[in-house]
């Protein structure tokens, strides 16, 4: 059971449709086209279905990819993996735990990191969330 269920409806009515066929459909988006593939700002990515801090800005590398890539997550127990046969391969799907949307892949394809893993995000199921504090006015 997830902490957070909605109805096919409730999920249309709260996400934008790119979102809703990424997180709810299991798409993807075009390599390079999503808006985080090369975002550098310090912060944290939270789950754009229902708002679950994800990934930190610390744990974001260019794998050149096209996708926002993370060597891990910032909390293991806050996303789960999905064997995922479709498209002829055999991937490993990253799925938000608390609301079951679809956010990218897993590969275990980069020595550079600390983990030897690339989490291969689409932009649109994640929101950044900025942890650099608010200039003060006057």
Aim: glycine share 8%.
């Amino acid at each position: 059971m997830r902490s957070i269920e909605k109805t096919d409806e409730e999920w249309k009515e709260t996400l934008t449709p790119e979102q809703y066929r990424i997180l709810r459909q299991k798409g993807t988006e075009w390599a390079f086209s999503g808006k985080y593939w090369n975002h550098h700002e310090e912060g944290d990515y939270r789950c754009a279905g229902c708002g679950t801090p994800l990934f930190k800005s610390e744990q974001k590398f260019d794998s050149r990819c096209g996708w926002p890539s993370f060597y891990d997550a910032l909390d293991p127990e806050r996303v789960e993996f999905v064997r995922d046969t479709t498209h002829g391969m055999v991937r490993t799907e990253v799925v938000c735990k608390a609301c079951g949307g679809h956010l990218g892949h897993i590969f275990e394809d980069a020595p550079q990191t600390p983990t030897g893993q690339r989490y291969c995000i689409n932009s649109a199921s994640i929101d950044f969330h900025s942890t650099r504090p608010e200039p003060k006015e006057g």
